[in-house]
C-alpha cells in the first residue's frame, strides 16, 4: 500500500459536500467540554473503574491459567463453584504448597480451618 500524500485540491469540494450533508440532516454531536458540563469526575471514575475492571480479569486469568494449574492442579474444580470464597482465602494463607508441607497435618488442620472460617 502506498503511503498517503498530500491531499489533492479536488478532495476538499467532495468532503465539504459531505460535511454540509451532515449538517442539513442534522447528523451531528455536539462538543461538550466535560468540566463545564460537570461530568469529568464521572469520567474519571468509570475510567479507573474499567482499568480495575482489567487489572482483576487480567489477574484472575493468570491465576487459572499459570499459578493454579503449577502448584494446585486439583484446584480447578473449585473454579465457579460455591466454595470459591473459601478457596480464595486458603490461597491467600498458604500461597505455595511448601508452606503446607512445612506443618503437621494437625497443625494444618488448625490453621486451614481458622483462616477460613466455620463450615457453613
Known sequence: MAPAGPRKPEDDPKDAQVILHMLQIRAVRIFQDPIVAGTHDIQELSKTHD????????LWHRILTYYLPLYFPEAGRFHR???????????????SPHMISALTQEEFAKAAWAGVGPKV
Open 81 to 95: 463453584s460455591s466454595r470459591m470464597d473459601w478457596f480464595l482465602a486458603f490461597l491467600e494463607m498458604f500461597p
Open 51 to 58: 482499568a480495575a475492571s482489567r487489572t482483576k480479569t487480567e
